[in-house]
């Protein structure tokens, strides 16, 4: 069985009540066999990253305790998009559900499905911002800090969202 590993994965959403995707992403990723979600940050809504004429965005991050390779890890988050109705239409439209490995463990790999760490994370605040909250002395795996990081990313009219019991 593959050593433990901490994971982060970028969850967004603009179609079908966004705010409701990410809550059921975040249960999902919950149950993912061998396992364990440690913690994930608060909600976020930011302008779309694409074509504007669509939705603003709502954006988290959560961070993964598993023993799946990251192909595996790959698979069971694209099984939990098609679950919640994810189609891909246009790059960067409008979805339902989009679940991205930003970080896995301080791996470097680069193959036709998947790039780590994400290929655009340190490029992008709502990806960003959400993973300094739940990891404030995070290190890339090319030794940059994340504040480093922070300070050089695009913004997309990020606004954290109150959520009301």
Not at 7 to 13: F, K
Not at 31 to 36: N, R
Not at 133 to 157: M, N, R, V, W
């Amino acid at each position: 069985m593959q050593q433990p590993v901490v994971s982060y994965i970028a969850l967004g959403s603009n179609l079908h009540q966004p705010l409701e995707q990410i809550k059921a992403a975040l249960l999902a990723i919950d149950q993912l066999p061998l396992s364990y979600l440690l913690a994930y940050s608060s909600f976020y809504q930011s302008a779309p990253m694409g074509p504007q004429d669509q939705p603003s965005f709502v954006n988290a991050v959560c961070k993964v305790h598993t023993h799946l390779e990251p192909l595996e890890l790959l698979d069971r988050l694209q099984a939990i998009e098609k679950q919640q109705g994810r189609v891909r239409h246009e790059h960067w439209g409008a979805r339902t559900i989009d679940l991205d490995i930003v970080l896995y463990d301080h791996t470097i790999m680069q193959t036709e499905r998947l790039t780590l760490p994400h290929y655009g994370a340190k490029q992008r605040d709502f990806v960003l911002l959400p993973l300094a909250e739940i990891s404030p002395e995070l290190t890339f795996p090319d030794g940059e800090h994340i504040d480093k990081a922070l300070q050089q990313c695009e913004h997309y009219q990020l606004e954290k969202i109150t959520i009301k019991d």
